[in-house]
């Protein structure tokens, strides 16, 4: 995660947020509760506490409000866009959502339109899936 | 939406839209006047700033949906029923209509390669998608290096698949290349998955980076090629658009050079900079080593410099600034996005699926419109309560090539399919269509053959070892004879080898029996 986190901060176009406040991580995941959703998981947390919601070219990553851009805010964009029960989505790019699947406890990437699975990745893998859904690669 | 009065819901001030009351009326919000309008609400709409006529859609949206727990009550059924009509009304005067659709099977693969080929960009992948075929020849290279020319790419079923792109097949000469440097064997190609192709060509252009990405592409991705054309070809008209919508001559100026230049249309990525040559612009010039006797104050700064600038990641030096001096951040601006007017899983309606990424399949939109309008009835739902059919705004005039707004005043229209490069590109194309279920079925026979051929090569030398065993002690003479005609087979299969130079898959196992036997003995 961190070798991530170094690659995104060299990568001049991502936008990155201000950093995650610990109070808001705590009413964003009840919030998402009480939408009937899963929690948003560690590893993706982890994720947020360096970058919380970014976007770049054509698809973003969300984040957990109060954010300056409020197209990333998680809690709206779930709401917007989640009719599941057991998957929180992360994430978009003009093909599909990146979601947490909390019953598979695997990260996925879905057609937006039939909601087939195009990518899956494991609870560790985040990596792969934020890169996937940014279209950036390393290694 | 948070609970009205919750906690969160006060923090975020998250009790908007929807559930708005009188008291918000008089808060002055003018995109309100649309959903409280029965009569006019089309020509409000219109006369809304573009910010405003997003709140008014995406607040009609939800009220004309049904609520996800409670059951509706007859004032809320006549408001969804009300809003929903608003909508129609207002999707069709910005030219789109609802349609609702059945789904084509397109397969995981053929998605991931149309993604790939889109943005030019390869993931990499984990190591448990690569199929246990192309892990055993990873581990197991050849002793000496193979020509390029010994890749035969057009006998792997899976490739058949990229080569339907025309960036896939300009890049066969490389993949040959780094397969032949890496000693891979040949006969891999006819046993490797979309996903193996995936990560061979992310090995191969691993060293290509490019603000940190790893591109696949010589030139452009078709995106950004398509942005580049647009911004070219309809430069004055999006110049003219955009000034009309009210915003800052700087960011249009800076917005149209970023996509003429690198097809960029994130305003997060974009350096805004100053028009003319400011008191500040000059002095930060001079601090950097660059010779100002030519510029003046209050004289256009030249697109050559501005060019200049931004290729050695200068462009800060000339960076607009607000009255108070900070430096004005691309955040505040609209950001623009590339739509796929037919859906990617859709693709199989189209004459082939290498079109959905053509120039006439892309629409340029500001990220909201993308994002709550077009891509607006989008759902995620659970594997459970898939539908067969989906929603989605289609274009009623598919020559609408950008649209910077939902006024049709705002849209630009291009017939991409009618230039030379286009025709030329799809006559090309359509020599390569191949069909999902017929390049999987060869696949499989493939390792099926493969697989038997394997049995068949251990059952062969598995059965001489054990007559060998057999007869050891019994009669030494035949066992001496017996052995000296394996050695013989050996060096006879040795010298094929070297003539071919490529170690076929029998003879890697025909060797590797060889060794476990002489050890042995």
Redesign the interface.
Known sequence: MRKLAEFLAQCGYVHLEKPLNVKNVVLAQKELTRQGLPMLPPSFLDFLRQYNGLSAQDSKILGIPPLANANLDIIEFNQDFNQSDDMVILGCDDFGFLVYNAAAKTYQLIDKDSSMVLEEFADNELEYAVMSVLHVSYE | ???KGS??AR??N?VEESQETNTDVAEDKSFLSVIYDDVSFLQTFDELPFSEQIKAY?TL??LAEPK??NGMSASDKILAKNSEYKLEKINISCGLKLEE?T?YALS?DE??VI?MDC?G??????S?QLSRYYKHFIHNRLAEVVPPKKYDLSKAPAWQIFRQFKNFRDIENDIKKYMSRERFNPEALKLMEVKDFSDVI?KTF?DNNK????FFLKKDSP?NTFVKKVARKFGKQIVKILRKEGLDERYVQSLLSAMKHYG???S??IVITELEFTPRILTDLNKAGISCEDYHLGEKIPSSLVADLMREDKGYLLAARDENGHTLSG?QFP?F????KT????SNSLAFIAMVNYDDNYLLVP??I???VL??F??????S??QAY?R?LELINHDTTAMFGFNKQTHIHCDWSHSKTYQKHMKEDAEYIVSYDEVMAQLATNRQNYLSRAKEAEFDVDSIVQIIRHKRGVDSEELIKRSKELKKAEKKQAKNWKDDNIETLDEIIYRRKAQHRKGRR
């Open positions: 939406m948070a609970a906690k969160y923090k975020h998250l995406r949206k939800r996800k727990c659709k789904h995981q998605l991931h993604r943005y960009a390869v993931d990499a992948r984990p448990h992310f691993q603000y940190g990405k790893s995106r960029t249309t994130d997060d990525k955040s950001s996005e590339v739509h796929h859906a990617v899983m859709e990220s909201e993308h994002c709550h891509h607006g989008d759902r995620l739902n659970s594997a309560h898939k989906h989605r």
